[in-house]
């Protein structure tokens, strides 16, 4: 079993052409460094592969009041945005040199934990995507686009084409705990923004990544930061909350109760940078 | 491989039995189901495509009811083949009696053969959790569904 056919459309309507013709047979990859692996150990045997490189989805483009990311850019655009230091800090923390290269940012939402670093600080950020099908085109916010493990809301003739994003307000942190420095997928992978306002949190996000079956926000860490005064109380309140939320799995990385721990201890290490830098945003 | 959970479903033990025993329903809430097929007495087959990343491809799916206790369990012989590899296992459901509704309690054992095997088998039970989980979800739906369009239509 190898590879027949191998399409590289030059843009999107003719990637979703291909994809209504040869339906779930068909393997999409943008940078290819989660499918190549796959396909090299024999695991994914796919008879046609469609390569989004050339569809001109590689772009990163800014408008006033948002950040157009196109699905293919690479990781390593990310490392431009410098007025959004949490993408920047979660690009940093993918991979090595050679994976931000290739790897891309649509292609990280569908990283299966404990990988998927980008897709975490993205859900701190209020992240839209923009999804393509033959004839429409729809929009999902990020929080509700995973369904499950490794499965998505993304519709099987449809292709995702962007991801948006608002200049962020307030603070924000980034913490990832690997088993070394770099280039290593998570023990747990932590995003928090906070607006604080007269003191007080008006708004506050709180993104988990390896600690569930997807990357997801902690509501109820969130409603327990919000009106508080960032202290300790409820930064440990907030922390436990958090865990609570959690639903880690064992694996060759890490147990599931050292990422429990661990969960704690990087949301109040989050939280306590906010909290000693309210006015400024860097992660 | 073993997956084990439960889930509690807004409809009665004997109309959740009926909907289990009865895999064209069954197969119908596995996410990505194209079509569900009899072909005998107690077997059935199915094809869904699962639009995994990475993973692209079809499955064949093929289930024989091989014991059944109305309205309290049920048991299934499966096998699920596709171009990574096949999943051969028995899955056992149990319902019981809850308030508003009926529990159901399901275990299975499964064998993976062939490229699937050589991934991390967290990977591939964590993914069978989430299908199971996002198909009983479903049928829980449907379930529900039925119930409102039975109680509409006042049928007895």
């Known amino acids: 079993m190898s590879v027949t056919e191998y399409f590289r459309p030059a843009s999107v309507n003719e990637a979703i052409e291909l994809l209504a013709r040869h339906g779930p047979d068909l393997l999409v990859m943008a940078g290819g460094t989660i499918a190549m692996p796959l396909v090299n150990e024999g695991i994914s045997a796919p008879e046609r592969v469609m390569s989004l490189r050339a569809a001109g989805l590689d772009g990163l483009r800014r408008e006033p009041g948002r950040i157009r990311i196109g699905a293919a850019c690479p990781l390593q655009g990310l490392l431009e945005l410098d007025d959004v230091p949490l993408l920047q800090a979660a690009a940093r923390h993918t991979g090595s040199w050679a994976i931000r290269n290739m790897g891309t940012v649509g292609g990280n939402l569908f990283a299966p934990p404990p990988a998927g670093d980008v897709t975490v600080a993205l859900l701190a950020l209020d992240a839209v995507l923009v999804v393509a099908g033959a004839g429409s085109r729809r929009e999902i916010r990020l929080d509700s686009f995973h369904t499950g493990f490794m499965t998505t809301a993304l519709g099987p003739d449809e292709l995702l084409v962007e991801i948006r994003i608002a200049p962020p307000t307030g603070a924000t942190a980034f913490h990832k705990l690997g088993r070394r420095q770099a280039s290593t997928p998570a023990v747990v992978t932590v995003a928090a923004r906070a607006i604080v306002d007269g003191g007080r949190v008006s708004e506050a996000r709180i993104a988990l990544g390896a600690v569930g079956p997807h990357p997801f926000r902690a509501r109820a860490a969130e409603a327990a930061l919000t009106g508080s005064r960032l202290d300790t109380a409820s930064i440990t309140r907030t922390a436990t909350a958090a865990v609570d939320a959690s639903d880690p799995a064992t694996d060759g990385i890490a147990s599931e109760w050292y990422r429990r721990r661990m969960t704690r201890l990087l949301v109040e290490r989050a939280l306590t940078d906010i909290a000693d830098r309210p006015a400024g945003g860097a992660a | ?156």
């Open chain 2, 1 to 156: 491989m073993r997956v084990a959970g439960h889930r509690t479903l807004a409809a009665p033990r004997d109309e959740v039995f009926e909907a289990i025993h009865d895999p064209t329903m069954l197969l119908a809430c596995i996410p990505g189901c194209e079509a569900v097929e009899r072909v005998s007495p107690t077997g059935y087959r199915a094809q869904f495509a699962l639009r995994l990343p990475s993973i692209a491809g079809s499955y064949e799916l093929s289930v024989r009811v091989v014991d059944a206790i109305p309205p309290a369990s049920c048991r299934l012989d499966g096998r699920v083949v596709g171009r990574p590899g096949a999943v051969t296992g028995q899955a056992t459901l149990e319902l019981t009696d809850v308030d508003g509704g009926s529990l159901l309690d399901y275990t299975v054992d499964a064998r993976i053969d062939g490229p699937l095997a050589w991934l991390d088998s967290t990977l591939v039970e964590r993914l069978a959790r989430g299908i199971l989980e996002q198909g009983l979800a479903r049928l829980d739906h449907d379930l529900a569904r039925r119930a409102m369009a039975g109680d509409a239509e006042a049928r007895p």
